[in-house]
């Protein structure tokens, strides 16, 4: 059974600094992984997809890598902003056990970003 | 000019009512999704279905049934409602089951039993 955990649980950090926030997961059978945001009282919003050929994925100032082998992906974001502040949610989509189209989620990392 | 909305956005009811929630979505996808996000914040699948027909299935209790009337809608009933089901359920849908496709996510429905 798939398993995401997500490391830290809270980051606070000051307005420019770059941070890496941290996802592991127990099964490498996937077929990608994907970050998300969420906003308080908001729904979900993607931020990028890694296919599981793949080894990093850039939007603007986030990138996230992918080493399926060893079970970690980390989401690097740089010049943090207050905008920035929210939940960010790693999710896998597994390819074994009937795990297949299911993303499995991780508990989050929730992220403040002081002025 | 939402992509998936639901309605509605708050739900507070007492226990042993049945209730119901509504996806739509305006994308053009095929595959729709729902998703609990309990208390603890773990966000886990409940139901896919890809053009009205069920593909994911978890260990869910019989008295959550999803009904799509066709592929831009999946609505979720819910009978005789128990404490326990007090969370925020997410309709998300994706341009196919491919495994590839991104998931496109509502904004909630904020349940609460009481």
């Known amino acids: 059974k798939q398993e995401v955990t997500q490391i830290p649980a809270a980051l606070s950090v000051p307005e420019g600094e770059n941070l890496v926030l941290n996802c592991s997961f127990t099964d490498s059978a996937i077929y990608n992984l994907q970050w998300f945001r969420q906003d308080p009282g908001k729904g979900l919003t993607s931020l990028l997809l890694i296919q599981s050929s793949q080894r990093e994925q850039t939007s603007g100032r986030l990138n996230a890598s992918l080493d399926k082998s060893s079970g970690r992906s980390t989401l690097y974001i740089a010049a943090s902003q207050p905008g920035d502040s929210a939940t960010y949610l790693c999710a896998v989509r597994g390819r074994s056990g009937g795990s297949n189209y299911k993303l499995t989620f991780g508990k989050g990392t929730l992220l403040t970003v002081n002025p | 000019d939402t992509a998936v909305s639901q309605t509605p956005k708050y739900l507070v009811t007492q226990m042993g009512n049945d209730k119901s929630i509504k996806c739509e979505q305006n994308l053009g996808h095929d595959t729709m999704y729902w998703y609990k996000q309990d208390s603890k914040k773990f966000l886990k699948i409940m139901f896919s279905?890809?053009?009205?027909?069920?593909?994911i299935n978890e260990t869910v209790p019989n008295r959550f049934s999803p009904k799509s009337p066709d592929k831009a809608h999946l609505n979720l009933h819910i009978n005789s409602l128990e404490l326990g089901d007090s969370a925020v359920y997410f309709c998300?849908?994706?341009?196919?089951?491919?495994?590839?496709?991104?998931?496109?996510f509502g904004p909630g429905t904020r349940l609460l039993v009481l």
């Open positions: 998300a849908s994706s341009l196919n089951r491919a495994y590839q496709e991104t998931q496109y």
């Open positions: 279905y890809n053009n009205k027909e069920l593909i």
